[in-house]
């Protein structure tokens, strides 16, 4: 079983992931689309048992997590090529499905990330989110960012991450970098958020919040002074703030209505689509909290429906709503009418079909 010639072919072939499965080639992702590497065998048990020791390389912590756990998360290194590494179990055998992590992030101004998300940056405290599915773009949003404060900010950034991704060096902000998990620098997230208190950190980023007492950490963070970045596995701006009052019992979500209305700055959803020209497409929605969003998080029946209108009658302030991206994009013969229409809900088709008409006669207004 030879792995350094598949990843070999996943770094010539400019790859996002490999996926190791036993009773399949391995395949690669590129764009989306699941290709199988050219010439290779069908794995098998053996050869997902070979690929489990050479990536744990005889680590008893990495070992016993796995074994305990029944999965691991870890960093893994191959011609100075980062790998997050996930290794799971199918049938009583391990799978694998290895993301690279390109050495260089992209300029930020490149992502297609709006630029009010960027400036949000400089406020001295408060919580700022990055959400989105899996494979949405966020930890490359996330990494930029901090290249973008590291590169623009005299500050002391902290990081909590599982694995450390993107490896930064600091540039004009002083930056430290900690891995969570058994055997590495902070055992869980709100162990590392917690202890940042003490590390007179400016700006926290955390990779993952998960879970309440994370989140506790993390308002008690914001509430002290700091600014907190944070990532959350959700869809939409909406949704989000859904979550976080979700993680708590309902006679304690009055108090964390009024935390988040006066702390969160800030959320960006984002997705990912494969676009016209073969390449992917970020589709952002971005919501500031303003003094009308914040009234609406306070509510005692907070309406989701409130905070997309919200969203969409406060793009002024630098909010920007799911359908006006979508409809740019379609106008901007990024992506097609049916990947537009596929990403929201029947009921605002119409609304979509007007923004994009609205915007056609803005672009050929523009151009007389």
């Known amino acids: 079983m030879n792995l350094d010639k598949i990843l070999d072919e996943a770094i010539e072939m400019d790859a996002s992931d490999v996926h190791l499965i036993c009773n399949n080639k391995p395949m690669l992702r590129i764009s989306r689309d699941l290709i199988p590497v050219p010439d290779s065998e069908v794995l098998t048990a053996d050869d997902m048992f070979e690929i489990y020791d050479y990536l744990v390389k005889g680590n008893m912590d990495k070992d016993e997590v796995f074994n305990t756990t029944r999965k691991l998360d870890m960093s893994y290194e191959y011609r100075e090529i980062r790998l997050r590494v996930n290794i799971s179990l199918s049938d009583e055998i391990p799978l694998c499905t290895l993301r690279l ?10 992502l297609g990330v709006p630029d009010i998300v960027r400036r949000m940056t400089y406020q001295p405290q408060g919580l700022i989110l990055v959400t989105g599915k899996t494979n949405s773009g966020k930890s490359t949003t996330l990494n930029a960012l901090v290249n973008y404060i590291n590169e623009n900010q005299n500050k002391k950034i902290l990081t909590l991450e599982n694995p450390v991704e993107y490896k930064h060096s600091s540039k004009k902000s002083l930056i430290v970098q900690k891995e969570i998990g058994k055997g590495r620098d902070s055992l869980t997230f709100s162990d590392g958020v917690k202890n940042s ?67 969160l700055k800030l959320v960006v959803s984002q997705r990912l689509l494969k676009g016209t020209d073969g390449k992917l497409v970020l589709v952002p929605e ?19 429906s409130e905070i997309e209108d919200a969203i969409q009658s406060n793009l002024e302030k630098g909010s920007i709503g799911l359908i006006n991206s979508l409809a740019e994009l379609f106008v901007n013969n990024k992506i097609t009418l049916d990947q537009a229409k596929a990403q929201i809900e029947e009921k605002n088709l119409e609304i979509l079909n007007r923004t994009i008409m609205q915007l056609k006669i803005k672009k050929s207004n523009n151009q007389l």
């Open 197 to 263: 208190l003490r590390e007179d950190c400016d700006i926290l980023v955390i990779g993952e919040i998960r879970d309440k007492e994370t989140m506790e950490a993390a308002i008690e963070m914001a509430e002290s002074g700091h600014l907190v970045i944070g990532t959350l596995h959700t869809k939409s701006c909406a949704e989000t703030i859904d979550r976080m009052i979700n993680f708590y019992e309902v006679r304690d979500q009055a108090t964390i209505k009024y935390l988040l209305s006066a702390l």
């Open 101 to 110: 992590i390109k050495n260089e992030l992209p300029p930020y101004e490149s």
């Open 286 to 304: 971005v919501m500031v909290v303003d003094n009308i969003v914040a009234g609406i998080i306070r509510k005692e029946k907070m309406s989701v």
